[in-house]
């Protein structure tokens, strides 16, 4: 078992003798170490009052993978940027999105709330 890699990319290559002197066909396993969290970035939503009962998120990740959403704290479903809730009450309400890369590295999550007033 291999301890405390370094991220980035990684080979392993095994071979086996028997007794005879016989050996196998060597074996090379090569990854990719990532324990790096993706930064996300809001770029857009409402303000935090506004009449309008609708409400249009954007935001991105600086590394590939998915986004995640929760609007008005339901369980987290599988999104993407301009996120858009709408027919939205007046009061208050909840957005929440993280991302997950390629390596399933979580982000902090960004939460937003805000109201809406007739």
Same mark, same amino acid.
């Given at each position: 078992m291999y301890t405390n890699l370094a991220n980035g990319p990684h080979t392993f290559t095994a071979e086996a003798f028997d007794i005879a002197g016989n050996h196998s066909p060597m074996q090379t396993q090569t990854w990719t170490q990532d324990t790096v969290r993706?930064?996300? &970035?809001? &770029?857009?939503?409402?303000?935090?009052?506004? %009449? /309008? &009962?609708?409400?249009?998120?954007?935001?991105?990740? /600086? @590394?590939?993978?998915?986004?995640?959403?929760? %609007? @008005?704290? %339901?369980?987290?479903?599988?999104?993407?940027?301009?996120? &858009?809730m709408s027919s939205l009450a007046v009061g208050a309400h909840s957005f929440a999105v993280f991302a997950a890369d390629m390596a399933n590295n979580h982000s902090t999550t960004y939460v937003d709330t805000w109201t809406v007033q007739k």
């Open positions: 993706p930064i996300i &970035t809001v &770029t857009g939503g409402p303000p935090p009052v506004t %009449k /309008n &009962t609708s409400a249009t998120f954007t935001f991105m990740s /600086n @590394e590939a993978g998915i986004f995640w959403c929760s %609007k @008005e704290g %339901k369980p987290y479903v599988q999104c993407s940027s301009l996120f &858009t």
